[in-house]
């Protein structure tokens, strides 16, 4: 099975700051790796996807990089409605698996 | 806009059988792939299988084939989930979302079970 390992498991950084935030497979995925977040009590939210596309309606500062095993989700300008869980989720056609990384809480100080 | 409405929470025994829910509205590619993820109290999102409304084929988890029965009603676009014995470590919210590619666009509100 192919793992997921996000880094840090919190981040906490002050408003109008970038964050930077670390998605590592265990084996290439090539680009199949999402981004969500999860604010208290709220279902996730795709922010996005193909590793570096945003989904409709997500705003420009968040973006995402990287390709095979190393990801990385930017989220610039920090405001402070960004405070939430990040995970990353990949995708791999065979064998199928689907699997989320353990997450990343980012804090707005 | 696609919008995924799921049952409301459960409160159950252990050993009880439970089926939870999942309708889908107004999905412009009604052929998608809807799954599922648990999340357990503070935890993380767990990956539990996916289900083709056109033709019900599913892929499941390892870590959840046996466990759960994933099925669909594609007349009234509904997926469910579905326990024969659950278990205390079986409560969990339970969240179905809409495959677009090989990621999760639209998610539902959440069911929250609890086996007590």
């Known amino acids: 099975d192919i793992l997921l390992t996000q880094s840090p498991a919190t981040l906490s950084v002050s408003p109008g700051e970038r964050a930077t935030l670390s998605c590592r497979a265990t084996q290439s995925v090539g680009s199949n790796l999402a981004w969500y977040q999860q604010k208290p009590g709220q279902a996730p939210r795709l922010l996005i996807y193909g590793a570096l596309t945003r989904a409709p309606g997500i705003p420009a500062r968040f973006s995402g990089s990287g390709s095979g095993t190393e990801f990385t989700l930017t989220i610039s300008s920090l405001q402070s409605e960004d405070s939430a869980v990040y995970y990353c989720q990949l995708y791999n056609n065979w064998p199928l698996s689907i699997t989320f990384g353990q997450g990343t809480r980012l804090e707005i100080k | 806009e696609v919008r995924l409405a799921q049952s409301g929470a459960e409160m159950k025994k252990p050993g009880e059988s439970l089926t939870i829910s999942c309708q889908v509205f107004?999905?412009?590619?009604?052929?998608?792939?809807v799954g599922w993820v648990r999340q357990m109290p503070g935890k993380g999102l767990d990956w539990m299988g996916i289900i083709n409304p056109l033709d019900s084929d599913v892929r499941y988890s390892p870590s959840f084939e046996g466990q759960v029965t994933i099925s669909v009603d594609k007349s009234i676009k509904t997926a469910y989930l579905q326990w024969s014995r659950l278990q205390a470590s079986d409560s969990a919210i339970y969240y179905c979302a809409k495959m677009q590619f090989w990621e999760f666009d639209s998610w539902g509100q959440g069911t929250l079970v609890t086996v007590s």
């Open positions: 107004e999905d412009p590619f009604p052929n998608s792939w």
